[in-house]
T-cell receptor
Framework: AQSVTQLGSHVSVSEGALVLLRCNYS??????LFWYVQYPNQGLQLLLK??????LVKGINGFEAEFKKSETSFHLTKPSAHMSDAAEYFC??????????????FGKGTKLSVKP | KAGVTQTPRYLIKTRGQQVTLSCSPI?????VSWYQQTPGQGLQFLFE???????NKGNFPGRFSGRQFSNSRSEMNVSTLELGDSALYLC?????????????FGEGSWLTVV
């Protein structure tokens, strides 16, 4: 069965500092991987998606993530944090094959705080 | 391009009542999924519909049901509401492409059961 582990339920960084949010997955076959962001009282917004075209995936708002098969990781980074990045971030995995691509397995989420 | 639209955004129900939530997917998307989000359990998959057929179902009791119409719009219903059903219910739509599905979420429906 697939699973996702996000290390650190809360991460705090200073404005302008590097953002690193960790995600490890468990899957018997290479999955599709996603990062979503959720601002307070809102739905989920897709940041980026890995499908195997390239291991380094660039997303919106300056975020990127690197797929490392050997480490079963898909960590999210941003070189310089902005106050507007404060939100909760979710890593998710779905099947690459079969009819269950609409079934996302989510991690528990990481709340990012940005200090001025 | 309009996104995923969910109605109502907020509602309060009493234990034992039932509730119906509605979701209009992005135009051209035939797959609709529903998720429940709570502080304790996080984001959990409820079910997925494709072309009016339930394709996948999560581990929820039979009180949770859904359906999809020919125009891809979807509804989910929760009968005999319990306090623990208080949650944010998120609808997502997707369209299969050569690089797999990209799944887009709506703003959610906040359900409070009192």
């Amino acid at each position: 069965a697939q699973s996702v582990t996000q290390l650190g339920s809360h991460v705090s960084v200073s404005e302008g500092a590097l953002v690193l949010l960790r995600c490890n997955y468990s899957s018997s076959v290479p999955p599709y991987l996603f990062w979503y962001v959720q601002y307070p009282n809102q739905g989920l917004q897709l940041l980026l998606k890995y499908t195997s075209a390239a291991t380094l995936v660039k997303g919106i708002n300056g975020f990127e993530a690197e797929f490392k098969k050997s480490e079963t990781s898909f960590h999210l980074t941003k070189p310089s944090a902005h106050m507007s990045d404060a939100a909760e971030y979710f890593c998710a995995v779905s099947d690459r094959y079969g009819g269950s691509q609409g079934n996302l397995i989510f991690g528990k989420g990481t709340k990012l705080s940005v200090k001025p | 391009k309009a996104g995923v639209t969910q109605t109502p955004r907020y509602l309060i129900k009493t234990r034992g009542q039932q509730v119906t939530l509605s979701c209009s997917p992005i135009s051209g998307h035939r797959s609709v999924s529903w998720y429940q989000q709570t502080p304790g359990q996080g984001l959990q998959f409820l079910f997925e519909y494709f072309s009016e057929t339930q394709r996948n179902k999560g581990n929820f009791p039979g009180r949770f049901s859904g359906r999809q119409f020919s125009n891809s719009r979807s509804e989910m219903n929760v009968s005999t509401l319990e306090l623990g059903d208080s949650a944010l219910y998120l609808c997502a739509s997707s369209k299969r492409t050569g690089t797999g599905n990209t799944i887009y979420f709506g703003e959610g429906s906040w359900l409070t059961v009192v």
